[in-house]
């Protein structure tokens, strides 16, 4: 006798019940947009139920108060700015009392100054922080395709916490046992940084940390072209995306279109805003993020001991454009808008309370070693998209 039938309409019915009493179960009222032609799925989708809690995420802070950009430089009245020297002393003053609101709000200045002497590169956070305002700053001029005019403030990952909600470090969770059904390395597990997924957990260090090509999709439907990608480099491709859609709380046709997810002449132009996303992240990671290894404690190291890195979610925080595409910048143009200060110290040679004095910086015109490349056109089927970022 076939019982198959029954129990699968009983098992649907308990899960039709649960879905609506459960206390862990969610059918949400979802808000959909058609964005393209109707009928190819060309559409964004949004949880009403989350949409209080992401705006309220998001509400940008004023600024502490109106700057005054007339009167003495910081860099003659205070000692030891390397990077904010040229603004004036009322600017460099709310711009201190502003950052300190965004990172340490609760712990106030002594999180990043020894009080009894504020010059002194005592605190390692200090030292951190000056790396990181000149990694704003460079994000503000080198990488507008993405940023923008809006661009962004120490406030944009931060929001208040010293260290940023949405941060990733490698995924040291236990392997699954070989032997077990479609056991491959680093699978079967939740991907904590894969949207939560079985996909590979360790995806955004190919990406955003090294530069792994992401461009799985053939032309042919045999392998027997120009890529050898198989699925291993695809389910890692899919790891990375599904870690995007979360970010941005989008959709994959977002950035691309469903009738042809590889084209680029057929997608919004929300990919190419991507493209440059994702180089920007790895060269947040490379340049500024990862040499400060030697200055930041264990503490403040992932489980196998590498920093805390930038992804697609330490700015977006869920939505498609970070604080719904409000600018903060126009309050601290002088401070963070252009790099004023781009030497690197040797921070291999760290010993707390021992200053490292940054290079001068390089003479104007001089092209920074940052300046995104722009997509290549031909055989990979990414075109130059200079005329599309244009602005």
């Known amino acids: 006798m076939n019982l198959w039938l029954p129990m699968a309409a009983g098992a649907g019915a308990l899960l039709a019940v649960a879905s609506f009493v459960g206390t862990d179960w969610d059918l949400p ?33 004023p600024a502490p108060w109106e700057a005054d950009p007339e009167g003495d430089r910081a860099g003659d009245i205070y000692e030891n700015v390397q990077v904010l020297g040229h603004l004036s002393d009322d600017q460099f003053n709310q711009f201190m009392a502003a950052i300190t609101e965004w990172i340490a ?52 990952c931060h929001r208040g916490q010293a260290i ?57 439907a045999l392998p027997t072209g120009t890529n050898p990608n198989g699925t291993k480099e695809t389910e890692n491709t899919w790891s990375l995306m599904m ?5 941005l709380g989008a959709n994959c046709t977002t950035c691309h279109n469903s009738r042809a997810f590889n084209d680029w002449d057929q997608s919004p132009p929300q990919r190419v805003t991507a493209w440059h996303g994702i180089r920007m992240s790895r060269a947040i990671n490379n340049d500024y993020i990862v040499g400060l290894t030697p200055v930041f404690p264990d503490s403040r190291k992932g489980p196998a001991g590498d920093v805390y890195k930038v992804s697609c979610a330490t ?36 010993v707390p309370g021992e200053t490292l004095t940054l290079e001068p910086a390089p003479e104007p015109g001089t092209t920074s070693s940052l300046a995104p490349a722009l997509a290549p056109a031909g055989a990979t089927g990414e075109r130059n998209v200079a005329a599309v970022v244009g602005q």
Not at 324 to 332: A, H, N, R, T, W
């Open 315 to 350: 700015c977006h925080n869920g939505v498609q454009k970070p604080l719904y595409g409000v600018s903060m910048i126009e309050d601290y143009v002088d401070a963070l808008s252009k790099k004023t200060q781009t030497g690197v110290p040797d921070y291999g040679t760290y």
């Open 164 to 220: 940023p909600a949405n941060v990733w470090s490698r995924d040291t969770s236990p392997e699954p046992q070989p032997g077990m059904a479609g056991y491959r390395a680093g699978q079967n597990v939740v991907a904590k940084f894969g949207g939560n997924s079985s996909l590979p957990q360790n995806a955004l260090e190919d990406y955003l940390l090294n530069d792994t090509n992401i461009r799985v999709h053939s032309t042919t």
């Open 243 to 247: 870690h995007m859609s979360e970010s």
């Open 105 to 156: 709000p609760e712990e106030g200045c002594t999180y990043c100054h020894n009080a009894e002497n504020f010059a002194t590169d005592d605190v390692y956070q200090k030292v951190v922080s000056r790396r990181m305002i000149q990694m704003t700053q460079a994000i503000n001029e080198d990488w507008t395709p993405h940023v923008q005019q809006v661009g962004v403030t120490c406030y944009t």
């Open 29 to 61: 009222p979802v808000d959909t947009e058609q964005i393209g032609y109707r009928g190819t799925g060309m559409y964004n989708s949004r949880d009403r139920e989350t949409e209080a809690a992401l705006q309220a995420a998001n509400v940008v802070p």
